[in-house]
């Protein structure tokens, strides 16, 4: 009959340990707690291996789910920040050992800035809730911890500083520009349309191409955006038909490093996202149309994303006067 493990102490570190599979538990330094532990372990096996579990062995199997089925985005982003918690922490970190210390400590470059350390904290926490819905784990150990408010992206120009931002900018990276201020489209969107993509007066993205994957994305063409689509289709009948001058696809970094030598020449911050931003306070304003339609134009499934983050318009002093003109016409009491 097989030998029963059984909680022994060790001087040199001054914990109990149990052995089991070849493996020596640590069941800390208290006696009673270490017995408690031991016990609760041997009722219920899968503990045992919880355990033992390393954040580095942890993160490897995510990945791996994360490349199988998700989007290579996705996958990029997550191997990103974790590969980057694992160089801090360590290879040999438990699970059950980690604390929210840990993190924050990781998280605490000057390099990062709210946002970064956001989405750094949001992609460990999903990597430790899909081991627990995955079973690997009875519970995530930082569940609950709290995330630093992302920087707003509400950079909005006029348009006489767009008219600058233009004049910098050179064939083909114009195309791109304009595109993004006819349409106000997600940057991400502009620079993967493909042809096949392109109906009439619309760009569809397949839903499993379209943010949050549960419906296909539209982009509805006005006559600038519609005639550049149609010259650079011809162009490019494959793959994405926003290229640089070298034939290559534009990325985030690369369409960045322009808008970044752009912002040094004009003396004010440009961000892709501006032209967005700008595209929604023009429709909301001088454009006339109503958060409902500008959510469904912008691609949000909720109107109060819009009212959200163009709160800034409340500010404005003339465009509520117009509102509050327009909201009696036709009243009887007007």
């Known amino acids: 009959m097989p030998r029963q493990p059984k909680p022994f102490f060790r001087k040199q570190t001054q914990s109990w340990y149990f052995s089991t599979g070849g493996q020596q538990i640590n069941l800390g330094k208290d006696k009673d707690a270490a017995f408690a532990k031991f016990h609760q372990m041997m009722a219920d096996p899968a503990t045992i291996a919880t355990d033992n579990t390393t954040l580095y062995e942890l993160s490897q199997t995510y990945l791996d789910w994360v490349q199988t089925n998700r989007k290579k985005a996705t996958y990029d982003r997550s191997l990103h920040y974790l590969k980057s918690f694992i160089d801090k922490v360590g290879k040999q970190l438990k699970v059950t050992h980690l604390k929210p210390f840990h993190v924050n400590r990781w998280i605490d470059k000057p390099t990062w800035n709210s946002t970064s350390r956001a989405d750094a904290i949001g992609v460990v926490q999903r990597n430790l809730n899909w081991a627990v819905e995955q079973g690997y784990l009875l519970r995530n150990p930082i569940a609950g911890m709290r995330k630093p408010k992302k920087k707003r ?28 201020c006819c349409t106000g489209c997600r940057p991400i969107e ?145």
């Open 190 to 334: 502009a620079r993967t349309i493909e042809a096949r993509f392109i109906l009439d007066d619309m760009v569809i993205f397949p839903t499993d191409q379209s943010k949050g994957e549960t419906e296909p994305r539209v982009i509805y063409l006005v006559p600038k955006a519609a005639e550049i689509l149609a010259r650079l289709a011809t162009k490019h009948p494959t793959g994405h038909v926003f290229r640089n001058s070298k034939d290559r696809s534009w990325t985030k970094d690369s369409i960045k490093c322009r808008l970044d030598r752009i912002s040094k020449k004009v003396k004010f911050h440009v961000i892709a996202y501006g032209a967005r931003h700008s595209w929604a306070t023009h429709a909301l304003t001088s454009g006339g149309i109503d958060s409902i339609a500008a959510a469904h134009l912008m691609g949000h499934k909720d109107p109060a994303m819009v009212a959200q983050v163009y709160s800034h318009l409340a500010k404005q002093p003339e465009f509520l006067r117009a509102q509050a003109a327009k909201a009696i016409q036709g009243h009887p009491t007007k």
């Open 153 to 180: 992206r509400d950079v909005f120009y006029t348009h006489e500083q767009w008219q600058q931002i233009r004049e910098h900018a050179k064939a083909p990276f114009d195309d791109l520009l304009d595109f993004l």
